[in-house]
C-alpha cells in the first residue's frame, strides 16, 4: 500500500521564490529512487506561510531506503555549522537542502515538520 510523507515548510515572507528555486534546481534527484511515485511542491495561497512538499511511496520501506541513500545525503548535505545549530533545534533539515541557506541568502524556511499516511482510498478522473 502506498503511503504518502508531507514535509511542511514555515516559508518567511519574500522567501517562498527562494524555496521554489532550490527544489528546481534539484528536480530529479528523488525521481531515480526505487518505490518513488510522486512529489508535488505546493505553494499556499490562502491564510499560511508553509508550503507542502508532498511525496508518495511504494511503501514506509521505501520512503526509508531514501532517507539513508546518497543522493538524498547529496540533496540536504550542509554547509555551514550556524546552520546545522539551527537545524538541530527544530529539525530541520541543513542547508544544502532547498530550504537550507545554501545560496540565495540565507535559510528560505525556518522551521520543518514530517507528517505521514497510509493511502486509505484515492480517485482518478475517469477516461
Given amino acids: 500500500m502506498s503511503v504518502v510523507k ?10 517562498g521564490e527562494v ?4 527544489f528546481a534546481a534539484r528536480a530529479g534527484e528523488v525521481d531515480k529512487v526505487d518505490g518513488f511515485e510522486s512529489f508535488e511542491l505546493l505553494r499556499p495561497t490562502e491564510g499560511t506561510d508553509r508550503y507542502l ?3 508518495r511511496w ?5 520512503f526509508q531506503a531514501w532517507l539513508s541513500s546518497s543522493a538524498f545525503t547529496r540533496g540536504h548535505a550542509p554547509v555551514g555549522a550556524d546552520e546545522r545549530q539551527e537545524a538541530s533545534a527544530d529539525h530541520t533539515p541543513p542547508s544544502g537542502h532547498p530550504h537550507g541557506a ?5 535559510p528560505a524556511a525556518v522551521g520543518s515538520e514530517l507528517w505521514g499516511f497510509e493511502i486509505v482510498t484515492s480517485a482518478l478522473p475517469a477516461e
Avoid at 19 to 22: F, H, M, S
Fill in 6 to 15: 508531507i514535509n511542511v515548510l514555515e516559508v518567511p515572507a519574500g522567501r
Fill in 19 to 22: 524555496l521554489e528555486a532550490r
Fill in 53 to 55: 512538499v508532498v511525496t
Fill in 58 to 62: 511504494r511503501d514506509d520501506d521505501a
Fill in 102 to 106: 545554501a545560496a540565495g541568502g540565507g
